[in-house]
């Protein structure tokens, strides 16, 4: 059947945007610059390290399915400093210095465009890169120019977006959520429920190019973008880049479950000195942040079909600032477990582990996968990608899957599907 | 197509014979009494509270596949101390002595026979209660005896035997161990490679009845008892239940695999008070569970397919008998991952566990499942069972899989398969 | 000189009050009684356990000051609810239940007089056993009776209070506690910022009664009640036993600054479940917790003197109520450190602590030498006692002494200076 | 009385010898030339930073006792490999490259003369840059020579001389150790029980130099060598830096002590990867190493005074070889007590330290500590310093304080004698 296959044309230039130019997403791009010279191995990426049982045997995804190569891609962001991407990394002292001035000259060339910013979204920091405009509906149309240029500048075929930036306050989805109509009126109107992220999306969305959320901001997961996203076609995918504490929950639940061990305690906190630290030490922003890591265990756990096990279970998230580390992000877990007649044990978990380091390869995979999709005509929501998301945008009504194997078997079989019709 | 389902017979009584009367089994027989009398719950054993995704829905596993009931049970062992099942619980100090005594009478019922012993395979505790016999042959007939009264005695149906003694120190496979006519002969002659175990092994297959290896001891994974049990239709499985440490290790190993993140150490210590704790403090036994725990990340990472993450792994496992704790075992693990670009990171995991409550659900579900197979005629090696092992007995040449949830999945879709066949 | 010692009679019974009948006291009450009928050891409390280096050698402290006896100590308290100690302290779930049922008579017969209550400064619990009155004056005489009839009824020679009761909302002290006059007239004029704990303490010390604070509450840390202890002659000390986390830092801090070892973050998370926890889930409570706890670091770096090393200490504490712990406090410091040429190293703590268990011996040995200063004319502030206090009580404008070992050191030199006056 | 103190005359440069060119001593060389020139701070370092407090306040300890300053200071060294100080230290990778590339032309001068070795002491290593001799004797005279080769072409006023080797096998005191008669006999007869440690110390008392030993071997602690230093006036001290896990098990266990609490059990753990960690997988170099670390619980809790609290004490020691760490040390420590009652509780310490960043200062003020002593004619052995040591070498018949804080204690209290008699 191998010739029935279609050839899915990648040539030309990938751009990849990102509203955030901080530790995330110069980590990301200076990773990507470093692989591309042999300086580093993109470690954490499936997209360029990952493999996957097939029926002729084990085979590198890259070889399975038709990704954009590295070569091609071509990095631009939006940020409210104005620091080049070298001045940003340098700043966020995630790489080591020695590897980031060997790749002065290209990280220079990143300039951020000017920020759509709104500081009742976003309290703990501000800067001065920051479009004005007339109303939130100028702002989207300033955005879709510079998406434009970009692509115009830089000659890509295709771009994607993947916003690096801080958590936004909480925001509850309101009317002005709930169609297109709405959402354009809104903008037009200066509706204080739109979240600048939002307006991105839809700058995005408008433009035709995928956008994935890494922050916990609603963003995206909204019926008017929604729509939106169906309508032109366009790939979307959400929230939060599922990074330390909350990897090591989803697999270590799944864990416990399968061996139908009840679970009645579990205590998560987090010290982090980053800016995304700074971000979250105002309540409204962790309240995003909260909802976000809250529903995991739930999700995986289902006390509803075994209460004997679960139904007791307390979950608590503590995320505090914590300035001495820096990127250097730690949680600590204490779990509260039960097994044979009740009898009560505990596991500790503490991961002392690099913010950046983890959402880097998220990154780049979202990018590659959320192009993949669009060459392949998969627009709209994809579940497929909840395997990097802390709380997986799903269709309306519909539960987002927790589970680690679970959400990999999703994107394993996902990838096959598409193998079988695309041609590398 | 329910009624081309076999009606499984699964009227009359089972009979759980241990070799080993100590905390494990123990704790096992006080579990199913408790429960069976509405003291407790046998919580972490799946053939008691598990349940599976099916066609029309989630389902118990016992409302699924048509197995033993808890009232249908009853208990037997062999033990080198004299104590009756009340005495040996209250002397192992895992459960709370006011269950214990609520149990006394049914729990003294249960007299240990007297065990095959042999110092040469556990040196560092010994015994009263211990058959003597001109050969080796000669004790098997004993056993082969004491098989055939307790069935008699107790009218059971059907036997299963579950190994829940000490490690025996290691052993090689050796000439004896490739033939059931070498073993035989070899049991006659009194050959010091047949270790105890295998003569409890070898006693059970000929009478019929089904074994699982609690224990690292080579036991029955070598060709002549595989031959014995395939000849007389017997399922065997082993070796050694995958309690605490390990377990933890196959549920976050195949996590970090997923992300395509690197591991280059992962240092595991135990401290153990318990009669397990005192055998492993002698380096041959250590030696058996040092090799039956040590190939578990090789087995999931394969640095063969992915060297760049996985070749440079060192592997360390120490176990430590350390008296203040008795049955609380616990373990350390420090993992030191490395994600993009090679940036180091470090994951501690402190599990406070108790090793017979992790371990008495384990014996739990390996009788009735190695039951419910027997009846279903799956005989030989069950692989089906490798989510309950630390080292998945597996047909000559081929790999364990390590993965939990790769187990689990076999385990499950083994369990459907049943269910097409036979009725509960 | 042996002859010139005076005799200090300790002829008669000492009454402890404890304002709170909860865990603390209950464990301490329970285990005098236990060790009283040899049931028990009384371990972590100088008084009945440790010794000291003198001239003649290593002596215990029973037989170097003049200590009341277990056999002549009688217990009464005040709470809001009415449970008799028995129900209080099975209630509490500290101890086991059957030491307790041995203990049942004698626990059962101490029951709670009606409490000064005030949800103003306690506010996430309540109970039905309450004063009422037509002031603050008026329920100050009727603790007054208490103590009276309570004297009486049990023959007392000699009373102390221990306020073993909740913490209470943060107060700052203000006019009314200025001096004696202004807090009487503040007492008949209802003057919410009078708290019920220092209700307790003009009771106390208006009666002759020594008194010590358990909670981080100011109670008695104000000028006015200050006055009356010195005009009565009475021996006053607090604030907060100095139970886990906090001792913790006590002892590992000294032994940083020992070595000239830097301090950059210091991160302390609790999590714990009993009723103590309940209340300091209020932000105001938790406040005062914050404050006692807040600055033992700063105390014993003394960052003035050595800026490189301490001046740049980042010191978070959060304390988190975590019902699924019940009594088994939990805390989890992480340290961040520096040595030579600035390298960082990092020290993790966790400690799993039961907090009555560690408070019991607290309260006790404040109790005796408590008794002991007052027959030993030393009336006023103890700062001796420092040793058992997160936040000890010093005269105005001293600090605070942290270091345990230093603590240690004028506890110990404070009884040899006493041995030296008053024979045993 | 100022002017009755004597001035100590310290002009003239110090000698700084160390056997062993490793991680340790090289980080200390480049500690010293990199905090001459600016560029970090002697953290940890009591010569350098500390204060003591004294009647005329807290006073820095160079300002109160006349110790040689850095600008005074020359490093030289013996090392199996003939790697200089640069390549050594970039070896070691314990310090920044960046910093070692800075101090390289210092650093490359400083170039090992050829060791004494014998692979009967160290077995896991060895290198080519060895001393050869017709008798043990004769490698003495050679080390000799080396000192006296070095003060005058380094024109040193003093030297002394710090142990920075590898730890070397198990060595008990046998006939060759008791008088100076016999180990110069022995060294002339090729005695296989001198060690190669005990070499360097001869040569160096010999020479009048001062010797401290920051390995466990016994070196010289011995009769004979006492009796050398005590004739030559020269300073002797050891044994082994009190550098990780037993520093912080001399400031726990104190504190644990302090509070009477009991302790059943302690378990340490330590892993890493080192040189140092390389020679100590052999079980006769770890048998010196394990019987350094053994005593130091025993000798704080001293069970006799107090058997109900620690005559249970399990202790045990576990380092493990852990190549993935390199000098990122890392200890965990259990330890199990118990409170009011007999209650368990449990602290865990996890301590990730760098080994040498931890030594280094020790060295440090080893150096000028030994030094100062000479110059105030203190020979012999220098308990005062006891502080820095984990198996404190003690005058015959005396048992070695491990306290921390009276460590300190009996340090500052020397100090400040030495301060009341010589001049700054």
């Known amino acids: 059947m191998m010739n029935q296959k279609t050839k899915v044309p990648i040539r030309g230039r990938l751009g990849i945007l990102t509203p955030g130019m901080g530790a995330v997403s110069t980590t990301f791009m200076a990773g990507v610059l470093a692989t591309r010279a042999g300086w580093g191995r993109p470690i954490g990426s499936l997209t360029q390290m990952g493999s996957i049982k097939t029926e002729e045997g084990e085979k590198q995804i890259s070889d399975l399915v038709p990704l954009a190569k590295l070569e091609d891609i071509v990095f631009g962001g939006w940020d409210i400093f104005s620091d080049n991407a070298y001045e940003a990394a340098s700043r966020a002292q995630v790489l080591d210095q020695r590897l980031l001035d060997k790749l002065k000259d290209e990280l220079s060339a990143i300039r951020p465009m000017s920020a759509v910013f709104s500081s009742r979204y976003v309290r703990n920091i501000s800067g001065p890169n920051i479009k004005t405009g007339s109303t939130l509906m100028d702002l989207a149309e300033q955005l879709i120019d510079d998406i434009h240029q ?17 958590t936004e306050a909480y925001l509850e989805p309101s009317d002005v959520h709930k169609s297109l109509e709405a959402f354009e009126k809104g903008l037009c109107e200066d509706d204080a429920s739109i979240a600048p992220s939002q307006i991105y999306a839809y700058a995005a969305i408008r433009c035709g190019v995928a956008f994935a959320n890494g922050a916990p901001n609603l963003t995206c997961d909204i019926p008017a973008l929604l729509a939106l996203a169906n309508e032109k076609g366009v790939p979307i995918s959400g929230k939060d880049f599922k990074t330390g504490q909350t990897l090591m929950k989803t697999i270590v639940a799944p864990g416990l479950k399968a061996r139908a061990l009840g679970v009645n305690g579990w205590f998560s906190t987090n010290i982090l000195g980053n800016r995304d630290g700074a971000v979250l030490d105002d309540p409204a922003n962790f309240k995003s942040k909260e909802v976000s890591k809250g ?24 995320i505090n600032y914590y300035p001495p ?21 505990q596991i500790k978990i503490n991961f002392l582990c690099k913010d950046s380091i983890l959402a880097a390869p998220i990154a780049m995979d979202l990018a590659l996968f959320s192009d993949l999709a669009q060459r392949c005509h998969m627009s709209g929501i ?16 519909t539960h987002p899957q927790h589970d680690l194997f679970k959400q990999l078997t999703l994107l394993e079989s996902t990838l096959l ?3 079988k019709t695309y041609a590398v």
Not at 337 to 344: D, E, H, R, T, V
Not at 382 to 397: D, M, N, R, V
Request: net charge negative.
């Open 150 to 166: 970009f692509k115009h500048q830089h000659q890509c075929e295709r771009l994607v977006m993947i916003w690096c930036a801080s």
């Open 295 to 318: 529903n995991v265990l739930e999700g995986i756990f289902n006390a509803q079909q075994q209460p004997e096990l679960y139904s007791d279970l307390y979950h608590k998230i503590r």
């Open 417 to 419: 599907e598409i193998s």
């Open 382 to 397: 994809q579940e497929w990608l909840s395997f990097y998301y802390k709380a997986p945008q799903t269709i309306a009504g």
């Open 325 to 345: 580390r820096g990127d250097d992000k730690e949680s600590w877990d204490n779990i509260d477990i039960f097994g044979w007649l009740g009898y009560p044990m």
